[in-house]
């Protein structure tokens, strides 16, 4: 190709090879560096998301299968995905984030591990459901008993939902009674029983318990605010002898990320044993996550109880409630207390789970987790409070969250306190920066064994640059 080159250069050409021709012919490294970074930004569109999403909305309610996942708090389009691995997905649109939902908790050992899907290539080989026992049962549930403290006996379900219906229905017929507290915010599935005031999408989406839910179902649901000891007091003396259980997340992560005071959890244990009440961890998202043992390992505080999903699967659909030997033996055909599932316990569930828990087994896990969770949030909070913004939040291990106000945030009243709109922009401009968090102010942040120190920084770059637009 010609080229039109002047002056002393036309007279005195230098010899080149042909790769040095190519390599001249190249930009610069910092160009390449620029042209890229400016041809990503050019390139941001979620036409095709767009355009499946619309689809979407005429074949499915809402256009999705859970509705936290529409986005309607936080706006904009939501990003249909195409891949997943390690701590990264990719839309359909061909952009990539840095994920921190992990599919809502399960991909702790990051996405599409390896292990994980070579061990399912094998056991898919056997079949994928057996309705029948298996030995892949027996291994997952000797690994939950041995790691859970509360746990001697386990039922293995299909999602956290059916373990928490489940579980109610049990602590009902272990004591014979039926009043059940649970806690402003928190969320034990879309069960009729814990439809009220709960968190997550119904938080979310600002709802009134739902429509739908018989107001039998929901008669002998009591509440209280989290973190208020006193009127959990009050709800037993208005009602004694008739509250079967206490039910609560230990770490709220659906209403936002909220930990319990020093003295909650000891003073939910005292009050549920002078009340000859059960006192039930919903550990679907803090188990096998905040510590091996869940929450009641990491406060030191046993439950009878415990609801079990997300990690335990490994990615695939799986719940499981377990405790005491003497209650677990209530369960049918042990006991009278009715429950069932065509898929509990399918071979394809329990294998992921097991490779899952494998992982988490090895040294320094935890505070790996801890570490860089611990840098995330404190880069965000620092980049947030830098460009003068009202934010506090915290984590513990792998779990995390933050709000658009001054803290502390002890409950679901002070965490709706938080600038959902400031939340929403925010989240919008991390999405282009390629980080993806939960679409909601009131969702946990999940980080996994996949994060590299590399991720975290790039989000804490991100987060200032968003932050500074705001
Ligand atoms: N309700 C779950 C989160 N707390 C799952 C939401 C979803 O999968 O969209």
């Given at each position: 190709m010609a080229t039109a080159i002047t002056g002393a250069r036309v007279s005195c050409p230098?010899?080149?090879?042909?790769?040095?021709?190519?390599?001249?012919?190249?930009?610069?490294?910092?160009?390449?560096?620029?042209?890229?970074?400016?041809?990503k930004k050019k390139a941001y569109t979620l036409q095709k998301s767009e355009e499946a999403f619309n689809a979407a909305k005429e074949l499915m309610p809402g256009g999705v299968?859970?509705?936290?996942?529409?986005?309607?708090?936080?706006?904009?389009?939501?990003?249909?995905?195409?891949?997943?691995?390690?701590?990264?997905?990719?839309?359909?649109?061909?952009?990539?984030?840095?994920?921190?939902?992990?599919?809502?908790?399960?991909?702790?050992?990051?996405?599409?591990?390896d292990e994980?899907?070579?061990?399912?290539?094998?056991?898919?080989?056997?079949?994928?459901?057996?309705?029948?026992?298996?030995?892949?049962?027996?291994?997952?549930?000797?690994?939950?008993?041995?790691?859970?403290p509360s746990i001697e006996m386990v039922r293995f379900v299909n999602s956290g939902t059916e373990a928490c219906m489940a579980v109610l229905r049990l602590a009902r017929a272990y004591t014979g009674r039926e009043k059940v507290i649970k806690f402003e915010g928190c969320y034990h599935g879309h069960a009729d029983p814990f439809l009220v005031k709960a968190g997550s999408g119904v938080a979310t989406l600002g709802l009134p318990d739902s429509p739908g839910v018989p107001k039998a179902a929901t008669y002998e649901t009591l509440t209280s605010p989290y973190n208020d000891i006193s009127t959990v007091e009050s709800l037993f003396n208005a009602n004694k002898g008739e509250i079967a259980a206490i039910i609560l997340e230990p770490v709220v992560g659906n209403a936002g990320f909220i930990q319990p005071t020093p003295e909650f959890l000891t003073a939910l244990r005292r009050l549920t044993e002078d009340n000859d009440a059960l006192l039930i961890f919903d550990e679907v998202m803090t188990g096998f996550r905040l510590s091996y043992g869940g929450a009641q390992e990491y406060f030191k505080i046993t439950p009878d109880l415990t609801t079990l999903g997300k990690i335990i699967g490994g990615g695939l659909p799986v719940g499981a409630y377990g405790g005491r030997r003497e209650i677990m033996e209530m369960v049918a055909p042990a006991g009278p207390m009715y429950q069932a599932g065509t898929l509990s316990g399918n071979p394809l569930a329990m294998t992921a789970g097991i490779h899952t828990l494998k992982r988490l087994q090895?040294?320094?896990?935890?505070?790996?987790?801890?570490?860089?969770?611990?840098?995330?949030?404190?880069?965000?909070?620092?980049?947030?409070?830098?460009?003068?913004?009202?934010?506090?939040?915290g984590y513990i291990k792998?779990?995390?969250?933050?709000?658009?106000?001054?803290?502390?945030?002890?409950?679901?009243?002070?965490?709706?306190?938080?600038?959902?709109?400031?939340?929403?922009?925010?989240?919008?401009?991390?999405?282009?920066?390629?980080?993806?968090?939960?679409p909601s102010q009131f969702e946990a942040g999940f980080t996994s064994l996949a994060h590299s120190a590399e991720d975290i920084q790039q989000t804490v770059a991100a987060a200032e640059k968003v932050f500074s637009t705001l």
């Open positions: 230098p010899v080149l090879t042909q790769a040095a021709v190519r390599r001249r012919q190249r930009p610069s490294a910092s160009v390449v560096r620029m042209t890229l970074v400016e041809e299968n859970s509705p936290v996942r529409a986005f309607k708090s936080v706006g904009g389009q939501p990003i249909v995905i195409d891949s997943v691995k390690g701590s990264h997905m990719w839309d359909i649109d061909g952009n990539e984030y840095i994920d921190y939902v992990g599919s809502w908790g399960p991909a702790i050992i990051g996405h599409a591990d994980v899907l070579a061990a399912l290539s094998e056991t898919m080989k056997k079949g994928t459901s057996f309705g029948a026992p298996c030995l892949l049962e027996n291994t997952l549930a000797e690994m939950v008993i041995s790691a859970v090895e040294p320094g896990t935890y505070e790996y987790l801890d570490k860089i969770t611990g840098e995330l949030i404190q880069g965000i909070l620092e980049a947030g409070k830098k460009a003068g913004h009202a934010i506090s939040g792998g779990m995390f969250g933050f709000f658009f106000m001054d803290g502390p945030v002890y409950n679901f009243g002070d965490a709706k306190k938080s600038d959902t709109a400031k939340f929403a922009k925010f989240y919008q401009g991390m999405l282009r920066e390629g980080v993806y968090f939960a």
